[in-house]
Nanobody
């Protein structure tokens, strides 16, 4: 089991920045993949960014060049630095942790944190 606690959401004006943080209940090196997803009203949950335990990253095309994901395995954290925010970035952001053990994949989710980009 992995519990995830998120922080850092809020209201920001277009062009502004926010930093989301997620802390896991077990050491980061034991979690194969950590990432951030988001879900806007009426839309499906979508991947924003992900990072492997070795530091390889992947981003949604819509956030490339604006968002940066990072993780600290010792501190059990994964952060999402969001710059140049746009109204279309408004959504509930969820932290995700994926473990793969003996061929079995398990996904764990945080409770979600609201990000609102509005003037």
């Amino acid at each position: 089991q992995v519990q995830l606690v998120e922080s850092g959401g809020g209201l920001v004006q277009p062009g502004g920045s926010l930093r989301l943080s997620c802390t896991a209940s077990r050491p980061g090196f034991s979690i194969n993949l950590m990432g951030w997803y988001r879900q806007a009203p009426g839309k499906q949950r979508e991947l924003v960014a992900a990072i492997t335990s070795g530091g390889m990253t992947d981003y949604a095309d819509s956030v490339k060049g604006r968002f940066t994901i990072s993780r600290d395995n010792a501190k059990r954290t994964v952060d999402l630095q969001m710059n140049s925010l746009k109204p279309e970035d408004t959504a509930v952001y969820y932290c995700n942790a994926r473990t793969i053990t003996l061929g079995t994949t398990r996904n764990y989710w945080g409770q979600g944190t609201q990000v609102t980009v509005s003037s």
